[in-house]
């Protein structure tokens, strides 16, 4: 399932971009060049950066791994794969021994540990995850503490939630919101009565140029293709425009390597990773 919880939301206002007309498909996706603008962020440290002079954090070297495993299971040859990096395992071994932040880039660096196979203390997932839902038993708590359950310790979500009921949406919610919720549905094995109504939104926040916005009318950003394609997978639907949802997304590949939230910004490895989980969200829909 994937990760989401890292749109913009100051960026919402509506704009001429989204009635914008349908781009042409035929472009592909450098993945070698991928490989090379996240191997340019890899710190010596071990762990990756958001540019090549910043430190590594968490959150970017969750990024990188889950970049370079996709780009690997496609078949691409990598400098050195993570699970054959050791500096990289060493990063996160430093990162799994410090306290533990917020319950999102402790799901982040939890996910970059498994995928290394490295031991994780389940008690004291148990302990910090008990102590996150006391403190904001919020929806994205909700949603990383049943991935955690799920993804980590490989348990069902009630052993870790309780008998508490599921986070509604909020008043105001976005496409990254709509993930969440489902997901969190999803992993209850619980179906939403307006599944139907749902599906409409979420297919009418698309725009022309193909892209989605944090809600209908609202301007195309990556990370917004993300949360919006992954919400409909979870209710076995599709956009309304396959062709030109990966002719925008294909379309944010900059010179650099990396992917950029849209035509205008610049590349960073959150919407590198983006992009490339979008991909691959497309191609299992039919």
């Not at 950066?49 to 910043?54: D, E, F, H, K, V």
């Not at 008990?130 to 949603?143: H, I, Q």
């Not at 999803?186 to 109504?197: F, I």
């Not at 990966?246 to 490895?269: K, Y």
Request: with cysteine; net charge negative; glycine share 6%.
């Amino acid at each position: 399932m994937p990760d989401l919880d890292q749109s913009k939301m100051g960026d919402h206002l509506p704009t001429a971009e989204s009635s914008a007309a349908p781009m042409a498909s035929s472009r592909s996706v450098d993945y070698p060049a991928i490989v090379e603008f996240v191997r340019k962020r890899r710190q010596a440290t071990g762990g990756y950066s958001a540019t090549p002079r910043l430190p590594a954090t968490v959150e970017d070297t969750f990024e990188a791994v889950a970049i370079l495993l996709d780009i690997s299971e496609r078949g691409f040859d990598l400098p050195k794969p993570p699970g054959d990096d050791d500096a990289l395992a060493c990063y996160l071994g430093r990162v799994l021994a410090a306290p533990w932040l917020a319950i999102s880039t402790t799901f982040r660096m939890l996910l970059s540990c498994r995928s290394l196979d490295l031991a994780i203390d389940v008690e004291r997932v148990r302990s910090h995850v008990a102590a996150c839902l006391a403190r904001e038993p919020s929806l994205a708590t909700v949603y990383y503490v049943a991935r955690i359950a799920v993804e980590i310790l490989a348990i069902k979500p009630r052993e870790l939630l309780g008998g508490r009921q599921p986070v509604p949406l909020p008043a105001r919610y976005a496409v990254d919101d709509m993930h969440r919720y489902l997901a969190v549905q999803n992993m209850l094995n619980e179906q939403p009565v307006d599944s139907n109504e749902i599906v409409d939104w979420l297919q009418r926040s698309q725009n022309g140029d193909g892209g989605f916005g944090f809600f209908p009318g609202t301007t195309s950003f990556i990370e917004n293709c993300h949360a919006g394609l992954a919400a409909l997978t979870l209710l076995a639907a599709v956009p309304v425009d396959l062709v030109n949802a990966r002719a925008f997304i294909v379309s944010c590949q900059t010179g650099a390597g990396g992917f950029s939230r849209n035509l205008r910004a610049a590349p960073f490895l959150e919407s590198t990773w983006h992009a490339v989980a979008s991909l691959r969200l497309l191609e299992k829909m039919p």
